[in-house]
Structures are given as structure tokens and as C-alpha cells.
């Protein structure tokens, strides 16, 4: 592969993984805001005692596979006059749980173009020896 090819090569995978890097970081701000929203919900129902009969736990089941909308997350973190409901606690749980699942794929992707990365650099390196 001629070295003009490679820098190109070089040059879309660093691209690709810089844009990447700020899809997790963006990912990871929204599910900090979706778990401090959540926690003020419960925190708003129930004293620590009451918790247990709610049967709020740690680890809910994803109710939804995909990525949420932004105005989703908004609408989740920043609700307008809405009253705090048990219900309220199980989608916000529901909202991270997908989340998780899309901040997973962005970060495999991201790993493969860092690996993609260095194999092109690598190439780059040897052809200039």
C-alpha cells in the first residue's frame, strides 16, 4: 500500500475514533444524568425503609433495545411538573438500561477503529524503514 494511502487510511481511522471517543463521553453524561434523576425519584417516594417494598434494585431489566432520542433523555433527566411515580423510577431504569446497551456498541466500535488504528500506523511505520 503506497504511504499516501496509508496516511489517508491513518487519517479517517483517527477521524473516526476522535468522533467515537465523544460518542461515549456524550453516552456516559447522559447516563450520569438519567441515574442522579433516578435517584432523586426514589428519593422523593420513599425514606430508605420504604425502598425494599418498592422493590427497587440495582439491576433492572433493559425493557427496550436502541438508542433513546435526545429529546427522550431531556424529557427523562428534566420533566416538566411531572409528579414522581414508582412507574417513574422503573422507566428511568428502563432509559439506562438502553443507555448501557448503546454506550457498549459505541465503545466496541470505538476499540475496533483503535485497533484498526494501530495496525494502519504500524504498516505506516514499517514502509518508512
Known sequence: MPMTDVAAVIAELRHRRREL????ARV?????LVR?????????LADAEELHRLGVSDEWEALAA????????????????AKPLPSSVEA?????ARL???E???ADNLESVTQEMV??????HRGQQ
Open 92 to 96: 428511568l431504569a428502563a432509559l439506562d
Open 100 to 102: 448501557e446497551s448503546y
Open 36 to 44: 442522579a434523576r433516578q435517584d432523586l425519584v426514589v428519593a422523593q
Open 104 to 106: 457498549t456498541r459505541v
Open 119 to 124: 495496525r494502519a500506523l504500524g504498516q505506516a
Open 21 to 24: 471517543r465523544r460518542e461515549v
Open 66 to 81: 436502541g438508542a433513546p432520542t435526545a429529546t427522550e433523555l431531556a424529557d427523562a433527566v428534566w420533566p416538566e411538573g
Open 28 to 32: 456516559r453524561w447522559w447516563r450520569r
